[in-house]
């Protein structure tokens, strides 16, 4: 595709169900980055694949939250027994080999009740 | 590690006014970029302007300029000849590329043009 895509757009979940948000980087990008907005605050990092690898998982708040990514293509973010405080936008982005210019997707607006 | 401060939690310019956005960062790393991203309520983030750490000169982009003051830290946005769609949330960010490529952000300022 043209760009970075997210799916679903918009997610409402009861507490303590799992919710899975997928990312669809730009055609070609080996890196996909997932950051976490919560309302009215900047972005922060949770993880970074390189190609289907993980090397930085640092961002990830506790071990409720996994990644993969398949194929150098599709990365699924998954959080299990959801919790209230978890409630935010979930963006992705991607970028080329050259690294440092990223490109995002229009995010997942997750909210749990 | 990096950080990047935003003082302006909102700000304000009349049409066809020039504004500036304020942004701090810090970094022990000597090879480093620096952006501006503007988040219009439909949650797009979309690069405004990039500068490489290494350039003394200071990136331009039509009417978004930056002033990058290395020795100081600072990295402020200058719109000229604002217009209504430049409202937005502007977010300054830092990445190196020693730090694993992700975006260190900044959180925000909301800009708001007056007609």
């Known amino acids: 595709g043209a760009g970075v895509s997210q799916s679903p757009s918009n997610k409402v979940t009861e507490k303590g169900k799992d919710v899975e948000l997928r990312c669809d980087p730009i055609?070609?990008?080996?890196?996909l980055y997932w950051y976490r907005q919560r309302l009215g605050q900047g972005l922060e990092f949770l993880i970074y694949?390189?190609?289907?690898?993980?090397?930085?998982k640092s961002g990830l708040p506790s071990d409720r939250f996994s990644a993969e990514r398949t194929g150098e293509s599709v990365s699924t973010l998954t959080i299990q027994r959801t919790q209230q405080e978890d409630s935010a936008v979930y963006l992705c982005?991607?970028?080329?080999?050259?690294?440092?210019?990223?490109?995002f997707g229009p995010g997942t607006r997750l909210t749990v009740l | 590690a990096q950080t990047v401060t935003q003082s302006q939690p909102e700000m304000s310019v009349q049409e066809a006014e020039t504004v500036t956005l304020s942004c701090t960062y810090d970094?022990?790393?000597?090879?480093?970029?620096l952006f501006w991203y503007k988040q219009p309520p439909s949650r797009q983030m979309i690069l405004v302007i990039r500068q490489e750490a290494y350039k003394q000169q200071n990136a331009t982009e039509n009417r978004f300029s930056v002033n990058f003051q290395k020795a100081a830290k600072s990295f402020s946005l200058k719109i000229s000849d604002s217009q209504l769609g430049d409202a937005a949330m502007y977010f300054c960010?830092?990445?190196?590329?020693?730090?694993?490529?992700?975006?260190?952000f900044g959180a925000g300022t909301i800009l708001r043009v007056k007609s």
């Open positions: 694949f390189q190609g289907n690898s993980a090397p930085d």
């Open positions: 970094t022990s790393e000597s090879d480093y970029y």
């Open positions: 960010a830092s990445l190196s590329l020693r730090g694993g490529n992700k975006l260190v």
């Open positions: 055609s070609g990008h080996t890196a």
């Open positions: 982005a991607s970028s080329s080999n050259r690294g440092y210019e990223q490109f």
